[in-house]
């Protein structure tokens, strides 16, 4: 079951779903119309960053960067960035057994 987050501002909207194999995200106008949703895996993921002074989540994926307001203390949103990490932190290889097959 995907966690969702939805952002919304007087003309954007913001939708970040979590699921078990990774993230899809989607941005629309005030008009709804927007993209088709991105779909990323956690080892696309190269950076979680969560800002310590405003609400907000960032991902980076390659090039691209996700950035969208999220509600602190909210079971939801701390839930869906917990599942972020936690798959992002799976797909990144260790040092220790990246070296142990050289």
């Given at each position: 079951?995907?966690?969702?987050?939805?952002?919304?501002?007087?003309?954007?909207?913001?939708?970040?779903e979590v699921h078990d194999e990774g993230i899809s995200y989607f941005e629309s106008t005030g008009f709804g119309m927007g993209e088709p949703p991105s779909h990323y895996s956690f080892d696309q993921?190269?950076?979680?960053?969560?800002?310590?002074?405003?609400?907000?989540?960032?991902?980076?994926?390659?090039?691209?960067?996700?950035?969208?307001?999220?509600?602190?203390?909210?079971?939801?949103?701390?839930?869906?960035?917990?599942?972020?990490?936690?798959?992002?932190?799976?797909?990144?290889?260790?040092?220790?057994?990246?070296?142990?097959?050289?």
């Amino acid at each position: 079951m995907a966690i969702t987050i939805v952002a919304s501002a007087p003309l954007k909207k913001q939708t970040l779903e979590v699921h078990d194999e990774g993230i899809s995200y989607f941005e629309s106008t005030g008009f709804g119309m927007g993209e088709p949703p991105s779909h990323y895996s956690f080892d696309q993921i190269d950076a979680v960053v969560r800002s310590v002074t405003e609400p907000v989540l960032s991902l980076q994926i390659g090039t691209t960067v996700i950035k969208l307001a999220i509600k602190n203390g909210d079971q939801t949103h701390e839930a869906a960035i917990a599942q972020i990490v936690a798959g992002a932190k799976k797909s990144v290889v260790q040092p220790a057994a990246a070296d142990a097959g050289v």
